[in-house]
């Protein structure tokens, strides 16, 4: 058949890898201004806009969505072409899939600076960016589908399939989890109220790592790492079983962020029984990247590139099989809530994630170029003092890890806790964060040399924009499949059949765990006592979900002696039936705030306690890392929100009485003046109207009613 | 495959394993190596791991709930509510003056109770410790109940789940130490004065 000549568009793929490096170094310099932050609470620099639980979101999204997911387009970019033998599908695709994705990341890091957020980890971003995201994401899905069509080969390679999952389950998991009613331009509440909204969050959450981090990268990692090593891919069959069981068991797996929660006992089960499932399916990745690699280990002594691949797959093969491990009971009951799943994540992203962005960008900016990488010598350099970085960054965390858990669950021989003030156990860790902070360090001097060394290479080569390539057009074929043609080879010649056939692979988990939540009633029993929240609270809770307090308080007393012992009685499904979004947090900088309410509890304080400690937490307790909140005390709550807020509430199904919303604010004031008063006869002067009163409203609410059920404990039975 | 691709297969040079004929993309070949054994029977010992779960937590049940086993390890833990019963007679107690329990119970001020009452008992969420005027009652005694029982309603919370009756009277020794005391920005009385 005659041959075609076509051109490659390189300058879409080199205008991502330039915005990957440089949202590379912001992401990663806000995550070490965080770590420095438990050194020296002070690096808030006691303005709102830097604060640990507004920047915290800036740091994950931007490493997450604008260094990896730039670096995800670029080698797709790349990769999709010259397998496809075919140009993007349409350039104004290409410009606008990039345009609007470098937008959305400007608008997610104003947006978090201000406080404008879900409150939904990973998935901060408000109702109109959600929607931005959204569509450029179309915009890409379009354009890649169109490629594949048009393309001159045959059958679809494994790198294209991983891209189709990714595609699929990625707007599947933003659309379902992002579902809210707008309040306002800048506020919604979800349509999910607590043990639901943590299901789909979490659903999201895992998937958003397995879907964005996992299959777009095993993506790139079968094409760039055979294309490096000159070496054929060790077994199709591998690929084929291990790309299938992965994406069907993934989505299964979310559950296992919410162990031992107030998530039903069977979905719990779920998450641990699928995410041990996916240790083969992940490791088929590192085995067929590891033994595509026979005959050309001396290489890999050689090649910066091929350095820098094994690392990424190694480091996914034990973050591959720590998920698991920490997916079971066993070891959740220890790793969670601590800098276990944060080492777990940075050995995720600077191991598996950033090592393998950095062996596609010097793999394919010297080609681009048409030169050579400036300096070997160089890359070396970066890829020892990144490796090193990792350690320093991840020993320590562990460590630290066990020995929080140690210190929290530690009784003394008379039965009571050994450290009850949380603070110790945090006090005890200062060293472990310093060494973490040094990795980070490390991590990012070798960013900066890996970007030098890149901007050398540019200097010395010639940008090459269209790069001509040729093929014969694809010849025509019968759609039904051949006698002896396999089922799976006929499917990698359909494309949109593929797609569909991944789509339901990847909507069975999902549907199965969701649905019964909302179906079944049993799974999340009422209690007689929960009631909604006051307005004077709910704009409270809207101010604890603009500060990020989820960043480092969790709201979920874990069944266990030494938590129930340390806060109170465990959580309960139906407690958080009006919280819209559940705040169960992930992590404890500071200690769980579910029971702070309790006024019998041992977690009690009063309102001057909150009032002096929002002012400035290192006067109560020197050792804190908790940063001030002092413009609370200035700032006034925004009453014209107040009834907009009840009636979306009440659209959510929370039974707050018809017409509450026009008299809303005048049981906002009453309720405030009562707080107001309680402070001045401590001898503080705090007008009603101030945040400060709604924020302190809203703790003193915490656990207040299921307390009030008077439920003993252990009366509540779970079979 | 064998029978569509007619072709005879090339060989990789390297290892000598089968390549498969009409798989290249990019000039991108792979090989016809069947799954690793170890990797099969990885993948069926966890699915096996996961069946055997599931019935035995999901199925069956004899395997324990969370809510099974926060009550199995409250039992063994062997939990009543430690501590006192009823409140003393404060007349009844004299506070301790040893060094050694002063010390003790400083240590435990300075954990527990400086976080309200500051660290030289000047009080600020607290009231102020070291002045002549007390809310709950002036002697050694009474102090030993506060602490014990607290008043909730005033942001005291009682100690008695957190402190064995032994550091409540080092503690409240301490406490007694600091009357009479000059710590900086004192809080204002608050209370009856004392007699």
């Not at chain 1, 890649?144 to 891209?163: E, L, S």
């Not at chain 1, 992203?349 to 950033?354: E, P, Q, Y």
């Not at chain 1, 030494?562 to 407690?575: C, D, H, V």
């Not at chain 2, 009474?142 to 402190?163: R, Y």
Request: net charge positive.
């Amino acid at each position: 058949m005659e041959n075609q000549t076509f051109y490659y568009d390189n300058k879409i793929v080199k205008n991502f890898a330039y915005a990957t490096l440089f949202w590379g170094v912001i992401g990663m310099v806000v995550g070490l201004l965080l770590a420095l932050q438990f050194i020296w609470p002070a690096l808030t620099f006691g303005i709102p806009y830097t604060t640990f639980g507004r920047i915290r979101p800036i740091h994950t999204n931007a490493v997450i969505f604008a260094f990896v997911g730039n670096g995800m387009f670029t080698g797709i970019y790349y990769s999709l072409q010259r397998l496809c033998k075919a140009r993007m599908f349409n350039d104004l695709l290409s410009k606008i899939n990039f345009w609007g994705w470098q937008l959305i990341i400007v608008c997610a890091a104003l947006t978090f600076a201000f406080g404008i957020t879900t409150g939904k980890e990973y998935a901060e971003l408000e109702w109109p960016i959600d929607i931005l995201v959204a569509v450029i994401w179309i915009v890409f899905g379009w354009n890649m589908i169109g490629t594949i069509i048009k393309r001159r080969t045959g059958h679809i390679y494994v790198a294209i399939w991983f891209y189709i999952a990714t595609f699929v389950t990625i707007a599947v998991l933003h659309v379902t989890n992002s579902l809210a009613i707008p309040v306002g331009l800048f506020k919604s509440y979800p349509i999910y109220a607590g043990v639901q909204d943590a299901l789909v969050q979490w659903w999201y959450g895992h998937n958003a790592v397995a879907f964005f981090l996992t299959t777009p990268f095993l993506g790139l990692m079968y094409y760039f790492l055979p294309k490096a090593a000159n070496r054929p891919i060790f077994s199709y069959k591998l690929s084929i079983v291990h790309f299938w069981a992965l994406i069907f068991l993934y989505i299964w797996a979310g559950p296992h962020h919410l162990l031992y929660s107030a998530l039903p006992n069977w979905a719990q089960s779920l998450g641990v029984v699928f995410s041990v499932m996916l240790i083969a399916p992940s490791w088929g990745g590192m085995v067929n990247g590891l033994l595509t690699l026979r005959g050309a280990w001396d290489r890999v002594r050689e090649d910066p590139v091929l350095k820098f691949m094994v690392v990424a797959v190694t480091a996914y093969g034990m973050s591959t099989f720590e998920g698991p491990m920490m997916s079971t009971k066993t070891v959740n009951a220890i790793s969670h809530f601590t800098d276990w799943t944060v080492g777990h994540a940075h050995i995720g992203a600077l191991g598996w994630n950033g090592f393998l962005t950095f062996a596609v960008l010097y793999y394919l900016i010297p080609r681009i170029f048409q030169t050579h990488l400036f300096s070997r010598k160089i890359a070396n350099l970066h890829f020892w003092i990144a490796t090193l970085g990792i350690i320093f960054y991840a020993v320590p965390l562990y460590w630290g890890a066990i020995t929080q858990a140690s210190m929290w669950k530690e009784f003394t021989a008379a039965g009571f806790l050994k450290y009850p003030n949380f603070l110790e156990t945090v006090t005890q860790l200062k060293p472990m964060y310093a060494t973490r902070a040094i990795g980070g360090g490390l991590y990012i001097v070798g960013i900066v040399l890996g970007i030098y060394n890149l901007i050398l290479t540019i200097k010395a080569g010639k940008f090459l924009p269209e790069e001509a390539a040729s093929a014969p057009a694809l010849a025509k074929i019968a759609g039904k499949r051949g006698s002896g043609e396999g089922v799976h080879r006929w499917l990698e010649r359909r494309p949109v059949q593929f797609t569909i056939v991944a789509l339901v692979a990847i909507l069975i988990g999902g549907l199965i765990e969701i649905v019964p939540l909302y179906l079944v009633k049993t799974n999340i029993p009422t209690i007689a006592s929960v009631k909604p929240y006051t307005p004077l609270e709910l704009q409270g809770r809207d101010i604890y979900v603009r500060e990020g307090c989820y960043t480092c308080h969790s709201q979920q007393v874990r069944p266990f002696r030494s938590e129930t012992e340390r806060y109170g009685e465990y959580a309960k499904a139906g407690e958080y039936v009006y919280d819209h979004p559940f705040q169960w947090g992930s992590k404890r900088n500071g200690p769980d705030l579910s029971r702070e309410g309790v006024v019998s509890g041992r977690q009690y304080k009063p309102n001057s306690w909150h009032f002096n400690h929002m002012l400035n937490p290192q006067r109560l307790n020197e050792q804190s890392i908790m940063p001030s909140y002092k413009w609370l005390i200035t700032d006034d709550l925004d009453l014209s929100t107040t009834a907009k807020k009840i009636r979306v509430m009440q659209f959510l199904g929370v039974p707050y009485p018809d017409g509450f919303d026009k008299i809303a604010n005048d049981d906002l004031l009453l309720q405030a003046k009562g707080i107001a008063d309680d402070l001045k006869s401590q001898g503080i002067q705090v007008e009603p109207t101030k945040e400060i009163i709604a924020m302190i409203a809203y703790l003193q609410r915490l656990g207040k009613d299921v307390h009030a059920a008077g439920m003993p404990t252990a009366t509540i039975t779970g079979k | 495959m064998e029978i569509n691709e007619h072709k005879a297969f090339d060989k990789d040079e390297l290892t000598g394993d089968k390549l498969l004929s009409g798989h290249e993309y990019d000039n991108i070949r792979e090989l016809d190596n069947n799954l690793p054994k170890w990797w099969v029977w990885l993948f069926i010992i966890t699915i096996v791991w996961s069946v055997v779960y599931i019935f035995l937590f999901d199925v069956i049940k004899v395997a324990p709930y969370q809510q099974q086993e926060w009550k199995n390890e409250m039992a063994a833990a062997g939990v009543v509510a430690p501590g006192q019963s009823a409140p003393v007679d404060p007349a009844s107690l004299v506070a301790l003056t040893d060094q050694a329990s002063l010390d003790a119970g400083k240590e435990i001020w300075m954990k527990q109770c400086k976080v309200c009452h500051l660290e030289g008992g000047q009080g600020l969420v607290g009231p102020n410790l070291t002045d002549n005027f007390s809310i709950h009652g002036c002697t050694y005694g009474d102090v030993v109940n506060t602490i014990t029982f607290g008043a909730p309603e005033k942001g005291m919370i009682s100690w008695k789940t957190q402190l064995t009756d032994d550091q409540i009277k080092k503690v409240a020794s301490f406490v007694m130490t600091l009357k009479g005391t000059t710590p900086p920005n004192p809080k204002a009385p608050q209370g009856e004065p004392c007699k």
